[in-house]
């Protein structure tokens, strides 16, 4: 076996597989599956649309003032959401 080959461990069997296959040699289970679905996972949570409550440069200095704290905390709470987001899916497999 030459030392270059990329193997990839199927999730029906567990057996390894060339990588360049796709259907796996043991059971015929499409080994590249997981790896499409999590892609698929991954582009759906980056699609997710935040609204930022966004300061105007048209607002009043005093409405400016005002919103510049609540950004602060809206941007805190989506960081943590994010995080969470993140980790049910770093997990979920
Ligand atoms: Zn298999």
């Given at each position: 076996m030459s030392a270059g080959i990329h193997v990839k461990?199927?999730?029906?069997?567990?057996s390894y597989t060339d990588a360049k296959i796709?259907?796996?040699?043991h059971c015929g289970h499409p080994?590249?599956?997981a790896r499409r679905n999590e892609l698929?996972?991954?582009r759906a949570v980056?699609?997710?649309?935040i609204p930022i409550w966004r300061i105007n440069?048209?607002?009043?200095?005093?409405?400016?003032i005002?919103?510049?704290?609540?950004?602060?905390?809206?941007?805190m709470l989506y960081g943590i959401v994010a995080f969470f987001i993140y980790l049910a899916t770093a997990f979920a497999h």
């Open positions: 461990k199927c999730q029906a069997c567990g796709e259907n796996c040699t080994i590249h599956e698929k996972k991954r980056e699609d997710i649309h440069n048209e607002d009043p200095i005093w409405l400016q005002l919103k510049r704290p609540v950004q602060l905390v809206q941007l």
